[in-house]
C-alpha cells in the first residue's frame, strides 16, 4: 500500500469517525410506487423501514439553506443505501431526500452530502 493509499484510507475512516462521533441517527424510509399507469402518474402507496443510520445534521444558515434550496443538509457514510426520494426521520421530524452527492477525495468516496426537504403532509 502506498502512502497516498493510506492518507485516503486514513481520510474516509476520520469522516466515518466524524459522523458517527455527531450521535445523531436516523430512520430511513423507502416509498413503494404503485398506480404508475394512472391518470396522475406514479403515487406512494406504501414505505419500507431500511433501517438507522449515522446522519451529520449541518449547521447552516437560513439564507445558506434557500440558496441551495433545501430545508436542512445532512452527511452520512456512502454505505448507508440513502437513495434520492426516500424519507429520513430525525427525531421527530421527517424530511424527503431531494439530492444525494458523492463527495470524494482524490476518487476515494468519503461521505454522502444530502439536501433535505420537510415532508410535506396532505391534508
Do not use: W
Not at 10 to 37: C, F, H, M, Q, W
Not at 57 to 73: M, R
Not at 75 to 99: A, C, H, M, W
Amino acid at each position: 500500500m502506498t502512502l497516498l493509499d493510506r492518507q485516503l484510507s486514513r481520510a474516509v475512516d476520520d469522516v466515518d469517525k466524524i459522523i458517527r462521533l455527531s450521535n445523531v441517527t436516523a430512520t430511513l424510509y423507502r416509498p413503494v410506487v404503485a398506480g404508475e399507469n394512472s391518470f396522475y402518474g406514479p403515487c406512494e402507496s406504501s414505505e419500507t423501514t431500511i433501517g438507522s443510520i449515522s446522519v451529520e445534521v449541518k449547521d447552516l444558515s437560513p439564507t445558506d439553506l434557500a440558496e441551495i434550496g433545501a430545508d436542512a443538509v445532512a452527511s452520512v457514510l456512502p454505505n448507508s443505501g440513502v437513495k434520492e426520494q426516500d424519507f429520513l426521520k430525525i427525531g421527530s421530524t421527517r424530511y424527503r431526500v431531494t439530492e444525494v452527492k458523492q463527495q470524494n477525495l482524490f476518487g476515494k468516496i468519503t461521505h454522502l452530502d444530502l439536501h433535505l426537504e420537510l415532508e410535506k403532509k396532505g391534508s
